[in-house]
T-cell receptor, first 113, second 113 residues
Framework: DAGITQSPRYKITETGRQVTLMCHQT?????MFWYRQDLGHGLRLIYYSAAADITDKGEVPDGYVVSRSKTENFPLTLESATRSQTSVYFC????????????FGQGTRLTVV | KNQVEQSPQSLIILEGKNCTLQ??????????LRWYKQDTGRGPVSLTI?????NTKSNGRYTATLDADTKQSSLHITASQLSDSASYIC????????????FGGGTRLMVKP
C-alpha cells in the first residue's frame, strides 16, 4: 500500500528488553523522522535521516538507535527499554525541500512494564 | 530556546459555531509554519503550510493566518462539525539542514452537538 506505515501498532515489553519499531514509506522521500509524543509535551524529535546511511540526533536521542540502510525503511531500536520510554512513537517522512509536507504514520503505542 | 506555544489548551464549542486557535513562536531562523490536525489514536495530518511571505492560507473550512513580524499564527475553523473534534498542532520549521520541526503542545478541540 502507498504511504507510510508503522509496525507494530501496539507493543508491551519489559524493562531491559530490546525492541524495534518499524517504519516504511513508499514515496522514496529523502527525509525520515522519529518522534515521541507524551502528555504535556509536543512531539519531540528522537532521530532523523536525510538520506540512506545518513542519520542524526534530534532533541531526545538517549536510549535509542536508528539505521537507514534503505531509503524506504527507518527502524528505531530501544536497546534496553526503560519505563520512561513508554510513549506513542510516530515516524514521518518528507521530500528534499523543507517547505514540503511531512507525512506521519499512524503511530506505535509502546508500554514498558 | 526555540518554542511554540498554543492557546487555549482545550476548547469546547457547539456544532456549527466558529472558533480560532492561537499559536505564538520564538523559533529562529524561520522557514515555514504548519497546522496539523491529529485525531485521537492517529498520526498528525497537515492542514496548511505557510512560508514567511504568506499571511493567509485556506483549506476548506480551515483558514490559517501568519504574522511573521509578531511571530503569531491563528487557525480559524468555520461552521464546525463533529468531525473537527481533534487536537490541532502548530509546527514551525527551522531554516536549517534537516527540516527540523518544532511542535506546539496542541489545542484539544471538542465539538458538541
Amino acid at each position: 500500500d502507498a504511504g507510510i506505515t508503522q509496525s507494530p501498532r501496539y507493543k508491551i515489553t519489559e524493562t531491559g528488553r530490546q525492541v524495534t519499531l518499524m517504519c516504511h514509506q513508499t514515496w522514496s522521500h529523502s527525509y525520515m523522522f522519529w518522534y515521541r509524543q507524551d502528555l504535556g509535551h509536543g512531539l519531540r524529535l528522537i532521530y532523523y535521516s536525510a538520506a540512506a546511511d545518513i542519520t542524526d540526533k534530534g532533541e531526545v536521542p538517549d536510549g535509542y538507535v536508528v539505521s537507514r540502510s534503505k531509503t524506504e525503511n527507518f527502524p528505531l531500536t530501544l536497546e534496553s527499554a526503560t519505563r520512561s520510554q513508554t510513549s506513542v512513537y510516530f515516524c514521518a517522512s518528507s521530500a528534499d525541500r523543507r517547505d514540503t509536507e511531512a507525512f506521519f504514520g499512524q503511530g506505535t503505542r509502546l508500554t514498558v512494564v | 530556546k526555540n518554542q511554540v506555544e498554543q492557546s487555549p489548551q482545550s476548547l469546547i464549542i457547539l456544532e456549527g459555531k466558529n472558533c480560532t486557535l492561537q499559536c505564538n513562536y520564538t523559533v529562529s531562523p524561520f522557514s515555514n509554519l504548519r497546522w496539523y490536525k491529529q485525531d485521537t489514536g492517529r498520526g498528525p495530518v497537515s492542514l496548511t503550510i505557510m512560508t514567511f511571505s504568506e499571511n493567509t492560507k485556506s483549506n476548506g473550512r480551515y483558514t490559517a493566518t501568519l504574522d511573521a513580524d509578531t511571530k503569531q499564527s491563528s487557525l480559524h475553523i468555520t461552521a464546525s462539525q463533529l468531525s473537527d473534534s481533534a487536537s490541532y498542532i502548530c509546527v514551525v520549521t527551522l531554516n536549517n539542514a534537516g527540516n527540523m520541526l518544532t511542535f506546539g503542545g496542541g489545542t484539544r478541540l471538542m465539538v458538541k452537538p
